[in-house]
């Protein structure tokens, strides 16, 4: 078994919340990390985390589907985190051949790149809770019935499949994580928790327009992205790979995270009128939230609550993150920033 100070890592979307989130944590533990990444690939997170030029990290040219291939033939890692996809739920709708090329024939190459160069290598894949049949109404476990709603969902269970088979079939060792939604202050523009964090500060330090937002009632199963990512690891030490959902269980609805975001800063916020005409006032009665229709989605309503209870008892977790917590250090972070 190789030690502890010589773990070799490939990890996938480097430069992504996870991915950066995830380099952090193996580097604390010695980790060589090498990292395929596209030509100008963006570092603002890893320049976040202060990392971007730490000395166990290697970065390599990734441009073609073969070249995923040759680099784990090179570097025979001991661990691979497949966390790089096409992530944005709404705009899998425009391009879903893009989708596909990125999620699931990336996700083939990687497979059959361990099976053929490198069979040691244990592999993690990250799964989304956007496989799951969108009608249930319970609580979803790693066996709840999977029939996704959009492309991005339809990709990522092709992904997921494939793994189960690999692992099946050839004895190619590897675990999926199963993820609901996961903030941070890491977290890309275009997620709505990053949208409502840096438009309420904005209005709290300089006012205003008013932050505009789709359905507020609509919720989600959303937990902290430091929490989930510091057990990808874990799931690597376990005897054989396994699935596992990653969620918080419970719901929070977009009208919640603004209310938290607001009160992080201590700024006063009262709600009037129903449905698209809903907004919130301030103490002086300026509209500081109205609604904009053309951000409804199809599926707001979909209310999907992820069962963690495999999860905790397999590595014993007893508590993540608060949700008003979280919100707040993402507020936070924006505050600083701006």
């Given at each position: 078994?190789?030690?502890?100070?010589?773990?070799?890592?490939?990890?996938?979307?480097?430069?992504?919340?996870?991915?950066?989130?995830?380099?952090?944590?193996?580097?604390?533990?010695?980790?060589?990390?090498?990292?395929?990444?596209?030509?100008?690939?963006?570092?603002?997170?890893?320049?976040?985390?202060?990392?971007?030029?730490?000395?166990?990290?290697?970065?390599?040219?990734l441009?073609?589907?073969?070249?995923?291939?040759?680099i784990?033939?090179?570097?025979?890692?001991?661990?691979?985190?497949?966390l790089?996809?096409?992530?944005h739920?709404?705009?899998?709708?425009?391009?879903?051949?893009?989708?596909?090329?990125?999620?699931?024939?990336?996700?083939?190459?990687?497979?059959?790149?361990i099976?053929?160069?490198?069979?040691?290598?244990?592999?993690?894949?990250?799964?989304?809770?956007e496989?799951?049949?969108?009608?249930?109404?319970?609580?979803v476990?790693?066996n709840?019935?999977?029939?996704?709603?959009?492309?991005?969902?339809?990709?990522?269970?092709?992904?997921?499949?494939?793994?189960?088979?690999f692992?099946?079939?050839?004895?190619?060792?590897s675990?999926?994580?199963?993820l609901?939604?996961?903030?941070?202050?890491?977290?890309?523009?275009?997620?709505?928790?990053?949208k409502?964090?840096?438009?309420?500060?904005?209005?709290?330090?300089?006012?205003?327009?008013?932050?505009?937002?789709?359905?507020i009632?609509?919720?989600?199963?959303?937990?902290?992205?430091?929490?989930?990512?510091?057990?990808?690891?874990?799931l690597?030490?376990?005897?054989?790979?396994?699935?596992?959902?990653?969620?918080?269980?419970?719901?929070?609805?977009?009208?919640?995270?603004?209310?938290?975001?607001?009160?992080?800063?201590n700024?006063?916020?009262?709600?009037?009128?129903?449905?698209?005409?809903?907004?919130?006032?301030?103490?002086?009665?300026?509209?500081?939230?109205a609604?904009?229709?053309r951000?409804?989605?199809?599926?707001?309503?979909r209310?999907?609550?992820?069962?963690?209870?495999?999860?905790?008892?397999?590595?014993?977790?007893?508590l993540?993150?608060?949700?008003?917590?979280?919100?707040?250090?993402?507020?936070?972070?924006?505050?600083?920033?701006?």
């Amino acid at each position: 078994m190789v030690s502890m100070q010589t773990q070799k890592a490939i990890i996938t979307g480097i430069s992504g919340q996870d991915g950066s989130l995830l380099a952090q944590h193996l580097l604390q533990r010695n980790y060589q990390i090498i990292a395929p990444v596209r030509e100008n690939y963006n570092t603002i997170n890893l320049q976040a985390l202060n990392i971007e030029s730490h000395k166990n990290i290697h970065f390599v040219a990734l441009q073609t589907l073969a070249d995923i291939n040759s680099i784990i033939l090179e570097y025979q890692p001991d661990e691979f985190y497949h966390l790089a996809a096409f992530s944005h739920v709404g705009q899998s709708h425009d391009n879903p051949q893009k989708v596909f090329e990125v999620n699931s024939n990336w996700t083939l190459k990687i497979l059959q790149a361990i099976k053929n160069s490198s069979p040691e290598t244990r592999l993690f894949f990250a799964s989304s809770c956007e496989i799951f049949d969108s009608n249930l109404s319970e609580d979803v476990d790693e066996n709840s019935p999977k029939k996704p709603s959009n492309p991005y969902g339809i990709s990522k269970l092709a992904a997921h499949n494939l793994v189960e088979y690999f692992r099946d079939r050839y004895d190619i060792y590897s675990s999926i994580a199963i993820l609901f939604n996961h903030e941070s202050e890491l977290r890309s523009d275009e997620f709505v928790s990053k949208k409502i964090c840096q438009e309420v500060v904005r209005i709290v330090k300089h006012g205003g327009k008013p932050l505009m937002l789709g359905n507020i009632n609509a919720k989600k199963d959303w937990g902290y992205a430091p929490d989930y990512v510091k057990l990808f690891p874990e799931l690597l030490k376990l005897p054989k790979g396994d699935d596992f959902v990653f969620a918080s269980g419970k719901l929070h609805s977009v009208k919640d995270m603004v209310e938290v975001a607001f009160a992080s800063l201590n700024y006063k916020i009262s709600w009037k009128g129903r449905d698209e005409n809903t907004i919130a006032i301030n103490s002086s009665g300026e509209t500081v939230v109205a609604i904009d229709t053309r951000f409804y989605r199809p599926m707001d309503n979909r209310y999907l609550i992820g069962n963690k209870e495999k999860l905790a008892k397999t590595f014993n977790i007893n508590l993540f993150t608060p949700y008003e917590k979280w919100v707040k250090n993402m507020v936070l972070f924006e505050y600083q920033k701006l």
